[in-house]
């Protein structure tokens, strides 16, 4: 697929960036779940123009239909890599499927969410990690669990069969697309459906216990929740977070790699839709604009 803007990210930032690309005429792509964004379980009561209390799911659906409004497609799915490529960039999402763009918009929220088990916070850097792509050398020839439910627990517990002796996905109702189902299995990845319930351990990480199940013999831990986060995706493209995994941007929205821009809460405080909505329509503006200006 080609296309000249790829917005990744389904919350109110992306959203908007994809309303004000479509609208500058540019083929504009949103890739992302809306079920992923911090506004879909929430309720809004100090946005502009809202009476009483908006329903978050209700505004997300009405943006999507926006964008849709003015030509914007969308793809239902998590992105699970992305690479420059030329003057461009590449974008490839669950089902393996790439798109190739002019410019990239990153507006995939805060990452790095965590299980909030207990264990979890005791061997956090003892055997707990929220990134197999950061600290995947340390576990050479060890058992390792990757927990999570989405393509980035499946991207991980491929890329550790590289490196730990056995993998374990631990899943409760994985639903992430075939083609990553089939790609971890077909890689050695034992995947097994349950809940987890407790890290145990003495000085490091020793097993993981599941709930109404087994407790599995494991040497690390990697919380992989939801899709690709917005840290790795970035580095991917060159741009390096903030030691905070925050993106650093200019007025205009954009990051320190050309065609690159970021919005939303990814880019910092205040976590506010206002601020989301704003950089968006920035962000949409300004990638829409480059993509054009190569043409």
Known sequence: MISDVVIIGCGPAGLQAGIHSSRKKADTVIVGKMQNSALFGAHIENYFGVSGKADGAEMLKSGLDKALSFGCRHIDQNVTGAVTDGNGFKITVESGESIDCRSVVIATGISRRKLDIPGEKEFFGKGVSYCAECDCNFYKGLRVAIIGNESQAAVSADLMTKYASEVYWIGEDISTERYLLDKAA??????????????????????????????????????????????????????????????????????SVEGVFACGDITGGPWQLAKAVGEGAVAGLGAAGRAKDMK
């Open 186 to 255: 077909g890689a050695g990845v034992k995947i097994i459906a349950g809940t987890p319930n407790e890290i145990r351990g003495g000085t490091r990480v020793e097993s993981l216990l599941l709930r109404g199940g087994p407790e599995i013999g494991v040497d690390g831990i990697f919380i992989e929740l939801g899709g690709r986060s917005s840290s790795d995706l970035a580095m991917d493209l060159g741009v390096m977070p903030e030691a905070d995994d925050s993106i650093k941007i200019n007025n205009n929205c954009e990051t």
